[in-house]
């Protein structure tokens, strides 16, 4: 996992009651993420690095990208 350093807030992700599938996090994430005013590029940088991994691994890149509840 690659260490990531954000420098801008975090946006809130709520997983309880939605598909857990990984590609339906990682989605719900680039969507939070974006509405929340991070570039493509960083966008981009998060979906690389949580697809990169198992899903144990696209969980803890989640939670360093996004206040996961």
């Known amino acids: 996992m690659s260490e ?3 420098k801008k807030p975090k946006p809130i992700l709520e997983l309880s009651g ?3 599938n990984a590609y339906g996090i990682i989605g719900r994430a680039c969507r939070a993420l974006r509405d929340h005013g991070y570039t493509r590029e960083e966008v981009a940088e998060y979906q690389k690095d949580a697809m990169s991994g198992n899903y144990d691994h696209v969980l803890q890149v ?3 990208w996004c206040e996961v509840e």
């Open 4 to 6: 990531v350093k954000i």
């Open 18 to 20: 939605h598909d857990g």
């Open 62 to 64: 989640t939670m360093k």
